[in-house]
T-cell receptor, first 114, second 110 residues
């Protein structure tokens, strides 16, 4: 089945230790998104790629970076995780931007910072 | 006032009951999404609507663009339907940002 896969499902890192979360998709979608979701809150868009074009949301901290080496893969790098970065990180894809393309989400990576 | 309002916030029902969750929004939209999230889990996209009505299995979603209102219905509810149901809209001003409702926590008791 075509899908969006996030690895790992659970990630534990130490305060200040860089961590990378990965997302892969078999849908060949043009747009990939990274969301951060804290407990009982709505997901917050961090950034997205439209093909190779990277778009950072204005309030995304500099501590968060992303790479998309090819259509299938997208990575979220947290350079120096703080305790406040503990959250569920969700990857999503859509064929195109705009209202005509459904979103497909992965199962998320739950990040714990110790 | 939030741009996307869902009601009810919490809903507990018995297995087999017909469930309705409502979503009202105040912005011009290009699409409305209904999403499901189980505790600690990822998000599953149930429907994307820009007009009319869609049905998938026991789930039905409707939207009234003039009234800026959408409903999600679950027929013959089952305990496995227990989850948070989220309404989110893509405004006409943004191709990428979603405006999210607060979610409706649904519990179906056996």
């Amino acid at each position: 089945d075509a899908m969006v896969i996030q690895n790992p499902r659970y990630q534990v890192t130490q305060f200040g230790k860089p961590v990378t979360l990965s997302c892969s998709q078999t849908l060949n979608h043009n747009v990939m998104y990274w969301y951060q979701q804290k407990s009982s809150q709505a997901p917050k868009l961090l950034f997205h790629y439209y093909d190779k074009d990277f778009n950072n949301e204005a309030d995304t901290p500099d501590n968060f970076q992303s790479r998309r080496p090819n259509t299938s893969f997208c990575f979220l790098d947290i350079r120096s995780p703080g305790l406040g970065d503990a959250a569920m990180y969700l990857c999503a894809t859509s064929r195109d931007p705009g209202g005509n393309s459904p979103l497909h989400f992965g199962n998320g990576t739950r990040l714990t910072v110790t | 006032k939030n741009e996307v309002e869902q009601s009810p916030q919490n809903l507990t029902a018995q297995e087999g009951e017909f469930i309705t969750i409502n979503c009202s929004y105040s912005v011009g939209i290009s699409a409305l999404h209904w999403l499901q999230q189980h505790p600690g889990g990822g998000i599953v996209s149930l429907f994307m609507l820009s007009s009319g009505k869609k049905k998938h299995g026991r789930l039905i979603a409707t939207i009234n663009i003039q009234e800026k209102h959408s409903s999600l219905h679950i027929t013959a509810s089952h305990p496995r339907d227990s989850a948070v149901y989220i309404c989110a809209v893509r405004s006409r001003d943004s191709n990428y940002q979603l405006i999210w409702g607060a979610g409706t926590k649904l519990i179906i008791k056996p």
